[in-house]
Structure formats: C-alpha cells, structure tokens
C-alpha cells in the first residue's frame, strides 16, 4: 500500500493537483525548498525533508536530500525482514512513491550566452540519487520522472491501493533512461568545453520527434530521432506549415538537399532524388534558379524534393505547381505562394527560417554498421590549401566559375561521382557508379547538346585517361579533379592534346 510520497520537482506541471490527489488518498507528503512552498501554498499539508533528517538544507540548497533517513526509506525491501528491522531500529519510515524531476540542465545550456559556472550549478545531485534509489527498489517504490505519468499511478492508486508491477518496472526504466540522457547532456557539454573531439568512449542522446509509418522499405519499423537543442540549418528546426508526416526517406533525402545548398550564398535551387541532386541552379531570382533546376532533369525532378535559400514567390510556387513534388523547404513563403501550393494536398511545404545558417560545431555525421558505429566529423569543406591548374591552356574566369559550381555539386554526389555544369546550373550527373568512366558516360549523356563549353567535376582522381577522352570528345572545355593518381599525368597529357584545362584541388570529397 502507498502511505507515503516524497514531491521534488524542477518542472512543477501538474504538481499541485498530484499533491492534492495523494492527499486526498490519505498519503503523507514529504517534500523540499520550492516544491513544498508551492504545496503548501495551495492549502496542502507537506512535511519537509529537514524535518525527517534532522538536518537543515545547506550550501545554497545543495544539500538537502542526501541522508539516511530517505535513502533508506527508498531502499529498504519489503520483502526482506532484516531490512524491515534496521529500518525500524533506525527509526526510518518507508517511501512508497517518488516524483522527481531533475535541475533544468538542458533548457540551461540552450539559453544563449549561458557561462560554465550556470551550466554546472545546474548539475542535479541529489535528484539523480533519489531516483535512481527508488528505481533499484522498484518492487516496492513507485517512481515517476514524467508529468504524464501521473494520472495513470493516481488511478491505479484509487483502484488498488498500490502501483502494480508491471506499470513500477516501466517506470523504473523511464527512470534510468532519463538518467543516461541527462548524463550524456552533461558529459557532451563539458567534452565540447575542454575540446575533446572524438572521446574514449561516445554516449549520445537524442529526442524521439517522430514515429514513421515505416522506414526506407515498408517492411521496416522507423523513428527519426532529433538532436537535443535548437540545430539552426537543420530540418529538425523546421516548422512544417502544410502536407502529411515526413517518412524516413523524406527525411534522408531533404538533409543531403540542405548538406548541398549549404554549399551556396546566391539565390539558389536544389532538387534532390534519393539523396542525389538531379537540378541545381543559382540565379539573380529564385524564379530564375527553380526554372534553370528544373530544366536540368525535368525527369528525375518528378516526385523529388526542391529546396533554396530564398523566399518562395507567387511565381515559382506556380512553376513548382505544375509538376508533383514531394517536399519544399524554404527560409518562407509569401501568402500569394502558399495559397498556390497549398491547392495541392500531398506536398509537405517546410519553413526553415535558419536555412542560411551554418552548421552548429561541432558536426558529426555517423553511419551504424553491425557491431560498431563510424563517426567522422563532417565534410564542411569545399577546396583545399591552392588550386593548381596542371595544364597548358589555364581555364577562362567563365571556367573556373562553372567548374567551382560543378565541384559543389560533386562534393554531394554518391561516389563515383560526376558531375557537368555550365552558366551557373548543372547538367548531367553520374551519381554512385561502381567505375569512374561509367559515371562520366553518364553524366554526358544526361546532359545532351549543352554539354559543349560546359566543366566536369569528379569526386576523386581519374585512374586512367579514359575519362578526359571522354570528356573532350563531347565538347567538355575544362576539368576539376583532387589529382593523386600515379596516372595524372596520362590525364594531363590528354588534357593538353583536347585543349581542355584541368585543375587538381588536392582534396576529394568521397560519399559512400
């Protein structure tokens, strides 16, 4: 039976109405500092703590629960009749049930210019103690963490007298769970302050944003899990203002869009289609970028995922309108376009009002395979130290231009990655061939007529001269490369017989 409760809370939501409710059960409540003043102002008998313990709160509250007197009343199995009598020599009364919620350390870190010495202070000590206590005892202590579960133990309580033990080991659980995050808070908060960039051993937390019907197949159960914090430039800080719940593939594919508009400070377009850019365009007018996008692969764009970094207009959100889109991300909308793309039910239109933001550091990115996890920080660069042209004929400024653009877009193509682009759009793009030529057959296809006078950007070196060969053959007047190969020269000399001028960057930009 529940004959008495210990009340400590940081977030005080619904703790008035958990007091009365025990009360009115006949439950004694104990309890500490500014959760009992807030119980007892509501007219609600509360014992305090220090008057179980004997012992008053000191150091600026920092100690008020550590003592013998609670942690053996949470501790003390009732089962055990050695327990029962220490207690009770000691004269220690048991606790039944425990609400707890711990010092606010996260809302703390988030608040902007928040100092260490706040963050620290902010550390719960005794709240950890109490819960974890109660959740080892879990047979006997009923321990909640989470407003929300209030409601259901109150019920149980007036029902049966007691919590039953199937409900007390999934609170025990939610206990350590809440525990493991707040401590992983804590520990990657001071990793970052003293530097440590990849540690002995990693522990992450994340916040559940969202169940998914399914995940990158039907037959696969999905979650998306969200970074705790406010992440500018990320998708997890947009605000959805229209069509259904994003699916797993969704997600995945609108995150590569972002990775490769970051890479762009003119007004520009990014389509994506499983995670590979298929239209990317810069322009005076997003008007001008979409429609250049667009006509890049006006195939491979139906049913992909379109994002830029300026506001959409009643004139591109037309354009969008005419052909089925997935998604649409953009720092906003006016009025005019969201009446225009609202009329479709299906698209997901997301605000994403830090789109232009960069990337909070440090940045991850991991990739789960079995038995292990490959974390690396992210690929934020674009060039290396010096660009070094290897041939004769040095490129025009057009051409540096268009191979610069076209290395952009590489950079975010699966490997082997090609990628053609001219007057500040792509072309073709060879995405994710097992052989390097193969992706350049591709990418000069894809982009037909236009591919004369246009540059070629490829992710890695080129092992042989077939692909320069290639390249010259269709008209292609310069080339971006990392250079590296024990063959580059075989590449530069066939360079110089077309008249093409290459540049090596020295830095490749692998995406597996």
Known sequence: MVKRALISVSDKTGIVELAKALHDLGIEILSTGGTAKTIAEAGIP???VSDVTGFPECLDGRVKTLHPSIHAGLLAMRGNPE???????LGIEPIDLVAINLYPFKQTIQKPGVTREEAIENIDIGGPTMIRAAAKNWQDVAVMVDPADYAGVLD???QNGEVCLETKLRLCYKVFEHTASYDTLISTYLREQVGITFPETLSLTFEKAQDMRY???PHQNAVFYKEIGKRPGTLADAKQLHGKELSYNNINDTNGALDLLREFSDTTVVAVKHANPCGVA??????????AAYEADPVSIFGGIVVTNTQVDEATAKEMAKIFLEIIVAPSFTPEALAVLTKKKNIRLLELASINQPLAQPAWDMKKVAGGLLVQEMDLKLLGDELKVVTKRQPTEKEMQDMIFAWKLVKHTKSNGIAIAKDGHSLGIGPGQVNRIWAVEQSI???????????LASDAFFP???????AAAAGITAIIQPGGSIRDEDSIKACDEAGIAMVFTGMRHFKH
Not at 464 to 469: I, N, T
């Open 215 to 217: 995940g990158e197949n």
């Open 156 to 158: 149980e309580i007036r």
């Open 83 to 89: 327990h029962m009598r220490q207690i009770e020599e």
């Open 445 to 455: 296809e894809r982009s037909g007529e236009a591919v004369k006078g246009a540059a």
């Open 46 to 48: 509360v014992t305090n």
């Open 464 to 470: 042989f001269d077939d692909c320069v060969k290639a």
């Open 282 to 291: 810069s322009a005076d007018t997003v008007y001008e970028a979409y429609k």
